[in-house]
């Protein structure tokens, strides 16, 4: 398996597992990464934004690929983003050394103007390199940058190593049509699209023409087979088992303790032996643990591996 312009199926978005003292938890992180595998997951992308990778030292970020990389039997996806440029370069360089598959690159939250943002992709491909295979993350709702289809495509079009484009403006679902219109009226290149948003939009975004999923809602498992039911076009099976998790997946997407609820049914399924995130950042309370099982074992009368 490769990454590259015809991938296809799922990337789960891997959390950091911490201990509660914030140290990184490696065996936490390897049941993770075997968790992906077993499930039938096509690759794995880490130190994305749910990774908690700004929360990082560089040293640490760099162990976390070198150890996902030798433990993976997937391709690896790093996400580089970063402040500077230098940082991006380093750890992209490393990262592909280290043997990962490609590397992912968001917008950096301060661009507005369309020449802005096709000027720092420019520049940002400039400090990877152009041998290096990479993911564009369109994420206006959390980095409040605008890529419209028209820039998206400047990119893909400049840049023939974007192999990638990870889906997750919100709305969303028009945007995915208008980029396989003008791939279908040859206007633009071919490249993968992978959706996020948690899995939010999952029921609907295979018919509009994604490839699969890259997000990390806390049943990989699920994803791969929600994925493999659209595929062979079992609808109503495909929005069955979509609308079993969507309480769930909904209950993750709150900002602020989208993460915490993450880890927490990790936590449950016996992937992660604390659902601790590295501070600052909120912690979920009783509450909305009780919250969170209550819906895992709702789920678990008909999916048996909600049980905890």
């Given at each position: 398996?490769?990454?590259?312009v ?7 978005i ?29 690759g ?24 996902v ?27 592909m ?9 968001a ?33 206006p ?16 079009t400049?840049?023939?190593?974007c ?27 071919r490249?993968?699209?992978?959706t ?12 509009r ?6 997000t990390?809602y806390g ?8 994925d ?25 997407q709150q ?5 915490a ?11 992660l032996?604390?659902d ?33």
């Amino acid at each position: 398996m490769t990454f590259g312009v015809a991938t296809t199926g799922v990337y789960p978005i891997a959390a950091t597992p911490f201990h509660p003292d914030g140290r990184i938890d490696h065996d936490s992180l390897d049941r993770m990464i075997d968790l992906y595998h077993d499930a039938g997951a096509t690759g794995v992308t880490i130190l994305g934004i749910m990774g908690e990778a700004p929360k990082l030292e560089p040293g640490e970020s760099l162990d976390i690929v070198r150890r996902v990389v030798a433990r993976a039997r997937i391709p690896v996806v790093v996400g580089v983003s970063a402040p500077g440029l230098a940082a991006m370069h380093r750890l992209a360089r490393q990262s592909m050394d280290l043997g990962a598959a490609g590397v992912m690159i968001a917008p950096a939250p301060h661009l507005r103007t369309d020449d802005q943002i096709t000027t720092y992709f420019a520049q940002a491909v400039e400090a990877v390199g152009p041998d290096v295979p990479w993911a564009l993350q369109d994420y206006p709702l959390t980095l409040t940058v605008q890529m419209s289809v028209g820039v998206i495509s400047r990119i893909m079009t400049d840049h023939p190593s974007c192999v990638m484009l990870k889906a997750e403006d919100w709305p969303g679902l028009e945007k995915l049509s208008a980029l396989r219109r003008a791939q279908a009226e040859g206007r633009l290149r071919r490249f993968s699209i992978l959706t996020a948003n948690g899995g939010l939009f999952l029921d609907f975004e295979p018919e509009r023409g994604s490839d699969g999923a890259m997000t990390g809602y806390g049943f990989p498992d699920m994803l791969v087979e929600l994925d493999a039911l659209h595929r062979r076009g079992e609808r109503e099976a495909a929005h069955d088992l979509f609308d079993l998790h969507l309480p769930l997946i909904r209950y993750e997407q709150q900002p602020g303790i989208g993460l915490a609820v993450r880890k927490h049914v990790l936590m449950r399924r016996g992937i992660l032996a604390s659902d601790a995130q590295r501070k600052p950042w909120p912690a979920l309370s009783a509450t909305a643990r009780d919250e969170v099982d209550y819906l895992l074992r709702r789920i678990a009368r008909r999916d048996p591996r909600a049980a905890f």
